[in-house]
């Protein structure tokens, strides 16, 4: 048994060094591996994107007989695999229904030999248990013992807790209860362990039938910042200053934007100052997006101006910059995109603009939003994790590192974050400057006046609480006579940023409730607040601020 063993891992290595030319495993790889060609569990791979979560499941697959069903939810991720795989000479089709019948015949045939030398089928999630070819050749293939595997891509796109859920992926659950024998290998770079058990779950996959291969997500080599958005435009008038100054100058960087007109106008205000920068969002056809992906894989593009569609699948190494000109939707997305810069391994900066502005601009069109995976329990989850996105922001306290990868269950100690020379984050380099403060007496004084404001007014908002708070002098708090009100000017020393955070928390923690709605007329969003279910506080309320002088990181 021994000797089987051992030759068995010298055909494994065999094959890596020679087949995939690469030279040492990365971390987890080789565990994987070795446990998915044992063929007792299924596994599940947690991996940062870039760590190397495809060659867990293509080496397992040009080793073992029969044929492994890769279930990827983009054609362009497929598309990449299959290229790369056949590059290195590995026998692989992909069944996306782009093919034609005739394409699509020869695949199936080539499945039907009695020996098949095709090792990786990929397909799109949609075709499962819909499709009666497809169900006959999995039967076929099982019958035969040539069906190797079952692999999962994205395999988070299967829970509804997720930030990028598709109804096409419970469809898998279809292939477990088939085929209970067959190995399954999920693959993911984004999952929260809410996200994890929802998923093993799904899957019916118990903890003794499979194994958990978790790897630490923090990336040493990134940069985090927020900066809180000035004026109109600010934030990409300041990214063009970044773009063209010595940090930047001439190389490769993302800046991720709300919407595709956004999209538009920073790559026209980008080009117009002299940065080769080019637009990518859903708006463009097929051949175009090729095409902008080409050249930009190519370096022809210095920048590219891009809403959330861009980046799945595209393995760029010497991204040096990652910039949200508005919040991305959750922090798991946040996440993602940001770790699209340094995959090289070299530093790279992540930067973030954020506004109170944008945060209910987002949260509207959530709510607006009416299509059939936007129930009401989903638009809660969304929320919330924008919410959380928030609070990310105005945290000008904690590690970044910290709150990011406490998201995906890993306890990170900030004091790792401060030993970096190069790339701690803004809040870490900011550390000698923050304090513990109570802010419960502070937070009476705020339920007790947006109650009195939604009484007496019929409406609150949280610049308006700010403002009193702060003893704002403007003509519309004068006018209303808002100063007279007790809370007047009770937190003129507290900084802005510390209110606004201090209200996001009562909101987050159920202490206020936040209303939107929207100026039909001229499209204006307005946050009113009142005062939730229970007006009293049940716990102190403490914040760590910043004795820095406020924004000075902006
Ligand atoms: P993921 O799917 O986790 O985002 P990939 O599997 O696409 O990552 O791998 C990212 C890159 O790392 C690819 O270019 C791949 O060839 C490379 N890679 C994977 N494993 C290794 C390794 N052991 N040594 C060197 N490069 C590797
Ligand atoms: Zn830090």
Redesign the pocket.
């Known amino acids: 048994y021994r000797d089987k063993e051992f030759s068995h891992t010298k055909t494994m290595l065999e094959r890596f060094h020679a087949l995939f030319g690469?030279r040492?495993?990365?971390s987890n790889?080789k565990e994987a591996i070795d446990c998915a060609l044992e063929r007792r569990y299924h596994l599940f791979v947690l991996?940062p994107?870039?760590?190397?979560?495809?060659?867990c499941y293509q080496l397992p697959a040009v080793l073992d007989p029969g044929i492994t069903f890769v279930v990827s939810p983009l054609r362009s991720l497929i598309l990449d695999q299959t290229q790369k795989l056949l590059s290195l000479g590995i026998p692989c089709a992909a069944l996306t229904g782009d093919r034609t019948p005739a394409e699509v015949s020869a695949i199936y045939a080539q499945c039907y030999a009695p020996k098949p030398k095709l090792k990786l089928v990929y397909i799109t999630p949609e075709k499962i248990g819909q499709s009666d070819q497809l169900n006959k050749l999995f039967s076929h293939l099982y019958d035969n013992n040539n069906l190797a595997r079952f692999v999962v891509d994205e395999a988070h796109c299967i829970s509804d807790w997720g930030h990028d859920f598709r109804p096409d992926y419970v469809k898998i659950g279809i292939l477990r209860d088939r085929y209970p024998r067959i190995p399954f290998i999920l693959l993911t770079?984004t999952a929260t362990p809410r996200v994890q058990r929802d998923m093993l779950h799904q899957m019916k996959l118990d903890r003794h039938i499979s194994k958990l291969f978790i790897q630490s997500f923090n990336r040493s080599n990134l940069v985090y910042k927020c900066f809180l958005k000035g004026k109109t435009d600010g934030a990409l008038a300041r990214t063009a200053q970044l773009c063209l100054s010595e940090q930047f100058v001439g190389l490769c960087g993302i800046v991720y934007c709300f919407s595709r007109a956004e999209c538009e106008k920073s790559a026209a205000y980008l080009t117009n100052i002299g940065v080769t920068a080019q637009a990518y969002h859903a708006g463009l056809i097929d051949q175009e997006r090729t095409d902008v992906q080409t050249r930009w894989a190519n370096d022809e593009y210095q920048v590219i101006c891009a809403t959330i569609a861009f980046g799945m699948g595209i393995?760029k190494p010497n991204v040096r910059f990652v910039i949200h000109l508005s919040m991305p939707k959750s922090i798991e997305g946040y996440y993602q995109e940001s770790g699209r810069a340094g995959r090289d391994g070299e530093q790279a900066y992540c930067y973030l603009f954020y506004s109170y502005q944008d945060f209910i601009k987002t949260k509207r069109l959530i709510m607006a939003e009416q299509s059939a995976n936007a129930t009401n329990e989903a638009k809660k989850v969304r929320i919330h994790n924008l919410h959380c996105v928030y609070a990310y922001c105005l945290n000008n306290v904690d590690c970044r590192r910290t709150l990011l990868l406490e998201y995906f269950g890993e306890q990170y100690l900030s004091s790792q974050c401060k030993k970096y020379t190069e790339t701690r984050c803004d809040n870490c380099c900011n550390v000698a400057e923050t304090k513990l403060v109570d802010f419960t007496v502070c937070a009476k004084h705020v339920i007790s006046l947006v109650d009195q404001l939604t009484k007496q007014f019929k409406s609150a908002t949280i610049n308006q609480v700010i403002d009193i708070l702060k003893g704002s002098k403007q003509r519309a708090i004068i006018d209303a006579g808002l100063d007279k009100l007790e809370q007047f000017n009770i937190a003129e020393e507290v900084s802005r940023n510390s209110l606004e955070r201090l209200l996001s928390k009562l909101i987050l923690d159920g202490y206020l409730h936040q209303d939107i709605s929207i100026n039909d007329a001229y499209g204006t969003v307005t946050a009113y607040i009142r005062v939730g279910k229970t007006n009293m506080l049940s716990t102190p309320i403490t914040l760590s601020v910043c004795t820095k002088k406020e924004n000075s990181n902006a």
């Open positions: 690469l040492k495993f990365r790889q991996m994107t870039g760590g190397g979560k495809s060659l770079a393995d």
